[in-house]
């Protein structure tokens, strides 16, 4: 199974270099082991877009599509047995990058 696991901060500081080293040593597990699809950071949110093309004419808002005082700022996506073996993953990666991590599965 397909798991999004989303970083969720409230600051659009950038890691320390102790939690850049803790989230490469988990990423370094997690490419090992298979688990690891994709991962990477992302941009601020006022850096964002909103398109919207579902009438007969789009338009495009800058910014955030919902603002809020927490977002994401990064993801990783990986590949797990069951929704219990990706919470543990969940877990090492909220110790590893010291945020909250969002877990959703890919329908």
């Known amino acids: 199974m397909r798991f999004l696991m989303n970083v969720v901060h409230d600051s ?6 102790d939690e850049m080293a803790a989230i490469d040593a988990f990423n370094v597990v997690i490419e090992a082991s298979g688990q690891r699809v994709m991962a990477a950071g992302l941009a601020a949110p006022s850096n964002s ?32 047995p069951d929704k219990d073996a990706a919470m543990l993953l969940a877990a090492e990666a909220s110790q590893a990058c010291h945020r909250r991590i969002e877990l959703r599965a890919f329908l």
Do not use: L, N
């Open 49 to 80: 877009a909103v398109v919207d093309a579902r009438g007969a004419r789009s338009s495009v808002t800058h910014g955030p599509a919902v603002e809020a005082d927490d977002f994401v700022v990064g993801f990783w996506v990986i590949d797990a």
């Open 12 to 17: 659009t500081e950038p890691a320390t270099e």
